[in-house]
């Protein structure tokens, strides 16, 4: 027999007396697991060294290679081999054994046992989201367990892997109040059940107004997390195991502690505050983190402090603090993980500058893991050099889903697009940062899917770092969390919309939106953003009708709320737009948007109330983030939407104008007044077809007929006549040009919109690449063996980086094409971000307009991966020399608003340059000097021309 079926009522848990309290715990979870499948709790019994198989049911063994006595007679008679086990850190073995109706759980260690226990939930379909999301499992009759489910699991990527609870009031906070009373060991249950489905072992707990090691009540907490194998860490300002409210507890005049956190003025009170924080948690599994910052995270020293007076005071905080460490926890430092954190201007401390040595070669920071950070916004800071990667202690990294500070806050729903994500990590472990990792999730609630992936992606690196392997995690998880509820093709959709959504309010996260972003008109870009939202979001709504009873709630808190919240609030920002501009020119619709504004505000409110009462509150409290109209970093004096209303004017009053850019006429006939149409909808010069939009709005209190006239059979329209009126204020027409009937002799065609009191008159400009240009452009590209040539059009070239004319490079490090890293659809970078290029990349375009041209490399916001240095960008036109500049990554400045400010806030970065083009042919050459370069677009406009204000920038012109 080489399979056994699990079926309701025939599986057993058994466990030796040694097992520990934890694994237990566990244990009784999976069996919870298994009664939502089968619909029947497996009975657990406790052997004492001897197992005798019961044949009637299956036998679950669970134990811990080098405790169990049960496990070494299964080794002895070679029934299991656990050579790839032992001595292994958090590896299991799960054995199917049908000869003796049982299934073996081998663990390395305590959380390899865990994991072991949790393999049985994931063979059996269940998520690991299935108590905190409810996501509600398959249930089955049966389940067939056969000795090629045996399986070995290899070491976890990286050491410690967890998530920090942060910035947790009002969301987290209220939730944990009304569900559990606090902050307690009843909740971080939950909390530790998560982490240690997800494969998680390594956790900051929340700390704005709370301390774990106080609110359990006292130690439960901390103990529990210790039972369950949970290491325990604290946040980069929160050295020695106490916490950052501690201090403001008891401190005081007449304190044992003194009254001052300053370790210059009070360092008797600061140490024993210190080596009691050790002396009370020190006995449990922890990372101690090492060094000081001020009070809240603020800075050490004041602002008059020099480098050096901050890196003396470290060189001294560390000294007492490892002595303290070997006094209290273990005399042994090496077996003691410590870990400080190089975070915002401690960064510099490790360095130091040419006129002071830093702390990078402090023998107190031997083998303590240096943890690096991102920006706060998702791009990594410096990275390990060569030499720096033989540091003993390791390193890890700081990431963020969440961030309360500068430039401006955001903390609502996830706005995490998984492709920087893949890339930002990525490139960190492939500098050696490896041993931490730690994410910054705010509330936790609403994080779930990122949370996912980057426990995922830190378990198991190679199996899901490779580019696009984001998008097939995300497929999985959706048929994890949803499988049961909607059929493949209704998943495809469901994991296309959210990588979409994802996309879109991470190009402007939604505390970051205002009427500003997106423009109103220019290259139809408020009204592309909007119709993909409006699809995004009818495509949720479809879902979730469709979505079965028993998933609703889960399909509420994990995907709803989120796409839904996320979209409307883009489409609010829209309208807003909208409502200004056509204030602007007097349009009544004007009044309608902002009546649209008022609805998506009402709206807002009617999803936090639908997420607040699913599952009958379970969730109370994840929605309660502040996220509309910021003035500040923060939510301070945070204002919804202004609304302009528009007072019509007496009769049949109206205004027609352009789409794509900004323009409009009544057609009063004294103004003579025309407007061109110079930017499509869709299609461009090497189509036979393109469109533009126009639009018709009413200005008066009365209804307004219009007649719609061409002046060429090459071009037609969505209507031929029509009207605006007090409850249809505003029309779009369509206007479609056929260039095969189109004559450039003829001159431009016209269309005209003609009502009793004007005629507006629209003059449409076709792109037309001429016959003549076209066969020379494909001559030049087959001749030089080019693979893309880029158009200019009336000045303006716009080429995404993966249409390259050709690469050429030595070695094996190459330029490689990224899908959906970006704001648009992909980005160009090199294959090996450690190792050095010699690469280029050509880009051609074809020059109409000979003359001084703007170039501008649209880049992602990177920085340095060498502290200190700047990132070195290198380009050629023609045949002219190459040209290398530095492309300066500013520190942060708090409170300032800088390149780096802007340069994250819209997740670009923009290099120029100038140079004189020649008719024809010219290439703008791309070196890869410097991996931090992730290249997305190369846009040309010639000095007598400019682009149109807009956010995302115009679509990609002509590529042949």
Aim: hydrophobic content about 35%.
């Amino acid at each position: 027999m080489e399979k056994m079926d699990i079926v309701r009522g025939n599986a057993v848990f058994i466990y030796e007396k040694c097992c520990s309290s934890g694994i237990k715990m566990i244990a009784d979870k999976v069996r919870g697991d298994i009664s939502k499948v089968f619909g029947d709790m497996p009975e657990v019994i406790e052997c004492s060294g001897e197992i005798n198989p019961d044949n009637s049911r299956i036998n679950i063994f669970f134990g811990q290679v080098g405790e169990s006595e049960v496990l070494k007679k299964l080794i002895l008679d070679k029934t299991i081999d656990v050579t790839e086990i032992e001595n292994k850190r958090e590896v299991y073995g799960f054995f199917v054994c049908p000869e003796k109706n049982m299934i073996i759980i081998a663990g390395s260690d305590k959380r390899g046992t865990i994991y072991g226990l949790f393999h049985i939930s994931d063979c059996l379909g269940v998520s690991p989201l299935v108590n905190w999301s409810l996501v509600q499992p398959k249930k089955r009759d049966s389940f067939t367990f056969s000795k090629e489910d045996e399986f070995i699991s290899k070491e976890p990527s990286v050491e410690y892997r967890g998530f920090f609870i942060n910035d947790e009031w009002p969301c987290f906070g209220n939730w944990c109040m009304s569900r559990f009373g606090g902050v307690n060991a009843e909740m971080y249950e939950q909390v530790f059940e998560l982490l240690l489905r997800m494969k998680g072992n390594y956790m900051w707990p929340a700390m704005w107004a709370s301390c774990f090691a106080e609110d359990g009540p006292g130690l439960l907490s901390a103990e529990l997390a210790d039972k369950l194998g949970i290491v325990m860490g604290l946040s980069h300002h929160e050295p020695c195991l106490r916490h950052g409210e501690e201090y403001s507890h008891v401190r005081g005049k007449d304190s044992i502690y003194g009254d001052a956190w300053n370790f210059r003025t009070n360092k008797e009170g600061i140490t024993r505050f210190w080596r009691d924080g050790l002396k009370r948690n020190g006995h449990l599994e922890n990372v101690i983190t090492v060094g000081m910052r001020g009070e809240r995270d603020s800075t050490i020293l004041g602002r008059e402090a020099t480098l050096k007076d901050n890196i003396d005071l470290l060189r001294d905080v560390l000294k007492t603090q490892n002595q303290l460490i070997r006094e209290e926890v273990n005399p042994d430092l090496d077996k003691v993980p410590r870990m400080i954190a190089l975070y915002k201007e401690v960064e510099a401390y490790y360095y130091g500058d040419k006129d002071t040595e830093g702390l990078k070669t402090s023998e107190d920071l031997d083998n303590i893991i240096l943890m690096l950070c991102d920006d706060n916004h998702g791009y990594v800071r410096s990275l390990p050099d060569e030499e720096m990667r033989r540091h003993k202690g390791g390193f890890g990294m700081y990431y963020h889903f969440d961030y309360h500070g500068d430039p401006i806050s955001y903390e609502w729903i996830n706005s995490t697009y998984l492709p920087l994500v893949r890339e930002e990590m990525s490139t960190a472990y492939e500098h050696g940062v490896k041993k931490l990792w730690i994410v910054n999730v705010g509330d936790l609630g609403l994080q779930e899917m990122p949370l996912s992936y980057f426990m995922s992606l830190a378990y198991d690196f190679d199996k899901w770092s490779g580019a696009d392997k984001e998008k097939l995690y995300l497929r999985d998880w959706m048929e994890m969390q949803f499988g049961c509820a909607f059929s493949e093709k209704e998943l495809d959709c469901l994991t296309d919309i959210y990588n979409r959504y994802t996309r879109l309010i991470n190009n402007r996260k939604p505390e970051h939106m205002s009427e500003n972003v997106y423009h109103p008109q220019n290259y139809y870009e408020s009204l592309k953003v909007l119709h993909e939202a409006e699809e995004i979001e009818e495509l949720c709504r479809s879902l979730e009708e469709k979505c079965p009873k028993e998933y609703k709630d889960a399909y509420v808190e994990l995907i709803s709320y989120n796409i839904l919240g996320g979209m409307n609030l883009v489409k609010m920002w829209i309208y807003r737009g909208f409502n200004h501009y056509f204030a602007s020119i007097g349009a009544c619709v004007a009044n309608d948007f902002g009546d649209n504004v008022k609805r998506a505000l009402s709206i807002d409110e009617d999803l936090k109330g639908i997420l607040h009462s699913a599952a009958d509150g379970k969730w109370n409290g994840f929605g309660l983030a502040p996220h509309i109209g910021f003035k500040n970093w923060n939510s301070e004096e945070a204002a919804n939407p202004v609304i302009e209303t528009v007072i019509p004017v007496k009769g049949p009053k109206l205004v027609a104008g352009l789409v794509g850019e900004k323009g409009s006429s009544a057609g009063m006939e004294w103004t003579g007044k025309k407007l061109y149409i110079k930017e499509f909808f869709e299609g461009n010069g090497l189509n036979d077809k393109q469109s533009a939009k126009i639009f018709v709005a009413l200005t008066g209190d009365e209804k307004t007929d219009y007649k719609i006239i061409t002046s060429s059979k090459c071009i037609t329209v969505s209507e031929e006549e029509g009207y605006v009126s007090p409850d249809k204020s505003l029309s779009y027409i369509t206007l479609s040009v056929d260039k095969k009937m189109y004559d450039e002799k003829d001159g431009y065609p016209t269309v005209s919109v003609i009502y009793a009191e004007g005629k507006i008159d629209f003059v449409v400009m076709p792109d037309v690449i001429s016959d003549d240009i076209l066969s020379e452009a494909e001559k030049i590209k087959a001749d030089k063996k080019l693979d893309n040539i880029c158009f200019t059009k009336k000045g303006i070239a716009v080429l995404d980086a993966e249409h390259f004319a050709y690469q050429k490079f030595r070695g094996s490090n190459k330029f490689i094409t990224v899908n959906d890293l970006g704001r648009r659809e992909s980005a160009v970078k090199l294959s090996d971000t450690v190792g050095k290029a010699d690469a280029e990349l050509g880009y051609a375009f074809y020059i109409t307009e000979p003359g001084e041209y703007d170039i501008t490399f649209q880049l992602l916001p990177t920085h340095a991966f060498s502290f200190g240095k700047d990132i070195k960008f290198a380009y050629g036109i023609n045949e002219e020399s190459t040209v290398e500049l530095d492309i300066i990554s500013e520190d942060f400045k708090e409170g300032v608003v800088n390149k780096w400010s802007e340069e994250v806030l819209s997740h670009t970065r923009l290099v120029h340059c100038k140079a004189g083009l020649n008719k024809g042919l010219n290439i703008v050459r791309f070196y890869g000097v410097s991996s931090e370069n992730v290249l997305e677009r190369i846009i040309l406009v010639k000095e007598d021309k400019e682009l149109l204000p807009s956010y995302l920038g115009p679509d990609e012109s002509e590529v042949l």
